[in-house]
């Protein structure tokens, strides 16, 4: 089943996520295991075993720029508990440090920033209900 990005929702907030931000798009959460190479000199092909995951340092969603946001968000110094959810109810949870920067401009545009977050835990999925 196709799940639309329409109502995709990014929270966070020290306790719980509780506070909403209107984003426009999101990075991808949970990222593929890095590769460990096992090949030996008998191998005739290269063989590998799983290994962690390769998370960003950086987990950067885009929204329209808000001063207050933006000004909040850099005021944060505390790990957040962070989520993105999706429109099925499905999504990831996870806690990280959060900072705002501002993005470039155009002519004709809609000024636009950058939330990033720092992961401090492993993303979660969580399952639709």
Do not use: H
């Amino acid at each position: 089943m196709a799940v639309s990005t329409y109502g995709t929702t990014f929270k966070y907030g020290a306790t719980s996520p509780d506070k909403t931000l209107a984003i426009k798009s999101y990075p991808q959460i949970m990222a593929k295991r890095a590769a460990l190479e096992t090949t030996t000199l008998s191998d005739d092909a290269k063989t590998y075993i799983s290994g962690i995951r390769e998370t960003p340092d950086s987990l950067d969603f885009t929204m329209n720029y808000d001063a207050a946001i933006f000004a909040e968000i850099n005021a944060l110094d505390a790990v957040q508990k962070c989520e993105l959810a999706f429109s099925d109810g499905s999504g990831f949870t996870f806690d990280g440090y959060l900072s705002a920067s501002n993005s470039e401009g155009a002519v004709n545009a809609v000024a636009e920033m950058v939330v990033s977050v720092m992961p401090a835990t492993v993303p979660v999925f969580k399952s639709a209900t």
